[in-house]
Nanobody, 124 residues
Framework: QVQLVESGGGSVQAGGSLRLSCAAS????????MAWFRQAPGKEREGVAR????????LYADSVSGRFTISQNNAKSTVYLQMNSLQPEDTAMYYC?????????????????WGQGTQVTVSS
């Protein structure tokens, strides 16, 4: 069993920064692939960034590449999403997700475990 708890959301003005955290517990091999997704009202859930816990390999959606950075702590128990140069279009509920296997990183239906979400609101 894997549990994910997000924190760090909030409200910022355009151009600002936020750092989201996802505290993970449970077997590492059940959460080797961890990702951040986001969902804005009326829109589909979309993948934002992914990290492989074992290798540290990362992947980003084009919409956030160069602005967002996904990372993990040395204990591999917390995954972070550093978000810089935030824009109003980044406003969404952000979710941490985990699955055991690599590949298809931004296909939300393949993820077994989800956090409760944290709201990010960017004003212009």
């Amino acid at each position: 069993q894997v549990q994910l708890v997000e924190s760090g959301g909030g409200s910022v003005q355009a151009g600002g920064s936020l750092r989201l955290s996802c505290a993970a517990s449970g077997y590492t091999n059940m959460r080797n692939c961890m990702a951040w997704f986001r969902q804005a009202p009326g829109k589909e859930r979309e993948g934002v960034a992914r990290i492989y816990v074992d290798s540290g390999g990362t992947l980003y959606a084009d919409s956030v590449s160069g602005r967002f950075t996904i990372s993990q702590n040395n204990a591999k128990s917390t995954v972070y999403l550093q978000m810089n140069s935030l824009q109003p279009e980044d406003t969404a509920m952000y979710y941490c997700a985990a699955k055991p296997t690599a590949g298809n990183s931004f296909v939300s239906t393949l993820y077994n475990y989800w956090g409760q979400g944290t709201q990010v609101t960017v004003s212009s």
